[in-house]
């Protein structure tokens, strides 16, 4: 190979890093593992240009790196959970948020700007949090043939050819992933928008949201939820459900929160917000003496029929550098 071509060859691999990383995030369920993943897809593939024989599109010849990596990844590994998953829902005059369980495998969201635009405007559905927890409930395998197949439409023959199996076999795999797809409350139901763009009323929503937040009225904050809406917040087990669930914990446990500040971002194809709290509300000496505000959690909105129906408050600092949110917002002046 030219080194002229290999360059032009290099180029392109590199164009797919945003498909590349929303297929590994919906296979591992983790803003970092995916990055990782895709990261580790790159390298194999540049450290093996001069092998690439064209047999295959180079796109397909990536997946079948990135599929690899992912498989030997999920290899022994529990699913990434939601607070959900854990227990019923908890009763919302509880004193504290309980044990941090840091070491669970949490699903983690994943920013927008780094998923192939095109996914995050044509399948936002397949990145929200609800699906891409639905998927890790799926072997390995059938996680990526149900990806392949039913989320990026590859034939079979193709997706078996990646998987260096039978076409038949991907069927099956593909049918018996459908099966417990179908079997789980997903949660999911059509969209407000068809694409990343949000339309005047929810942009108003969202609006009303972040003015009723920082203001901490929650009554008027209670008027934008839907009657089911859930709030969790990992990595605590903690969840609540219904507006008077949420309004309850926020003016108790969660009182603290109030005078926070709100900067917007996108997290799987929906509204986010980097939720910063006053630092004299942090127990350690050193940041409360730093003033202003500091990062708190990640929010994830996810809107249904006009109104707000899930509030997933990440909570650490963890995420904010991955969603190129600031470290600390200084004191207005």
């Not at 990782?36 to 064209?54: C, H, L, N, P, Y």
């Not at 926020?250 to 980097?274: D, H, I, K, Q, V």
Request: aromatic letters at 8%; one cysteine or more.
């Amino acid at each position: 190979m030219s080194t002229m071509t290999t360059q032009t060859v290099e180029h392109d691999v590199e164009f797919y890093r945003g498909e590349i990383t929303g297929y590994c995030y919906r296979m591992l369920g983790s803003v970092f593992e995916a990055d990782d993943a895709a990261q580790e897809t790159m390298v194999r593939a540049w450290k093996s240009i001069d092998r690439f024989e064209g047999r295959s599109s180079l796109r397909t010849w990536l997946y079948r790196i990135a599929t690899n990596i992912c498989l030997d990844a999920l290899r022994g590994r529990a699913r990434k959970d939601r607070p959900m998953d854990m227990g019923p829902s908890s009763p919302p005059d509880i004193s504290h948020l309980g044990p941090q369980l840091i070491d669970h495998p949490w699903l983690l969201p994943m920013p927008d700007a780094l998923i192939d635009p095109a996914t995050v405007a044509v399948g936002r559905e397949s990145v929200r949090l609800a699906f891409v927890a639905a998927l890790q409930h799926l072997p390995a395998r059938q996680r990526a043939v149900l990806i392949l197949c039913q989320v990026l439409s590859w034939p079979a023959v193709d997706v078996a050819e990646l998987l260096d199996t039978s076409t038949a076999s991907v069927n099956s795999a593909l049918q018996r992933a459908r099966a417990t797809m179908e079997s789980l409350d997903l949660g999911l139901s059509p969209l407000d928008a068809s694409t990343p763009d949000l339309a005047a009323d929810q942009q108003q929503l969202l609006d009303s949201f972040v003015k009723a937040f920082e203001d901490y009225d929650m009554d008027r904050l209670a008027l934008l939820l839907r009657d089911d809406v859930v709030q969790n917040m990992p990595p605590f087990a903690l969840w609540l459900e219904g507006p008077g669930s949420v309004v309850t914990w926020m003016l108790g446990a969660g009182a603290e929160c109030e005078g926070s500040r709100m900067l917007p971002t996108r997290a799987n194809g929906c509204a986010a917000f980097g939720q910063y709290r006053r630092a004299e509300t942090f127990d350690d000496p050193e940041l409360a003496a730093m003033g202003g505000h500091l990062p708190w959690a990640l929010q994830v909105i996810e809107l249904r029929g006009g109104l707000i129906s899930g509030i997933t408050s990440f909570l650490g600092d963890e995420l904010f550098s991955a969603f190129g949110l600031p470290a600390h917002l200084p004191a207005a002046s």
